[in-house]
């Protein structure tokens, strides 16, 4: 059954292994995904999907109508550590019903990869999101054990990824 991404945003508001979801996309394609809720705050989902030979997305955001309302404004600040990353714009889409707003990376694939040397290099390793909720700062933090296992595990075969990346390549960590 295909999901719609708009609808597996939720989150446990802690730590969890990454989730493989069947979905359709906030460009309406259909797509496959890993989704990882946020540790710190419920209702908030960070969802790496990809269709294709390609990374489609990475998506911050809630499941409909849980009440956290992100600004519209698409500032986002990324960073791995503690302090808050430079200002991006992460392109905004409204979900349809709720008018819940979802937040798109620009660059997908270099976040992914990004992501994914900083999973290897530390079980401890956390994607930290500063967004704007109501006009004031919230820190989401993604933790991002067991990245590399879930990419292999979940997306290798049905995101084509063998045609970008040699087998033995990937399965070697840095």
Excluded at 31 to 41: E, G, L, Y
Excluded at 162 to 171: H, T, V
């Amino acid at each position: 059954m295909l999901c719609s991404l708009v609808a597996l945003l939720g989150g446990t508001g802690r730590a969890s292994a990454w989730e493989f979801v069947s979905l359709r996309n906030a460009y309406g394609d259909h797509s496959t995904a890993i989704v990882q809720p946020s540790s710190n705050v419920a209702g908030v989902n960070l969802v790496v999907a990809c269709d294709g030979a390609r990374w489609r997305s990475v998506v911050i955001g809630p499941p409909p109508g849980t009440g956290l309302a992100l600004d519209d404004g698409g500032k986002v600040r990324v960073s791995f550590d503690d302090k808050p990353g430079p200002n991006e714009r992460w392109q905004v889409r409204r979900r349809p019903k709720t008018r819940d707003v979802l937040y798109l990376a620009p660059a997908p694939s270099a976040l992914v990869r990004e992501m994914i040397g900083r999973s290897d290099a530390s079980p401890d390793a956390t994607l930290r999101a500063w967004v704007q909720s109501k006009g004031k700062t919230l820190t989401l933090a993604f933790p991002l054990a067991g990245l590399r296992q879930a990419v292999r595990k979940d997306l290798w075969e049905p995101c084509k990824l063998g045609n970008q990346i040699p087998e033995s390549e990937f399965d070697r960590k840095p």
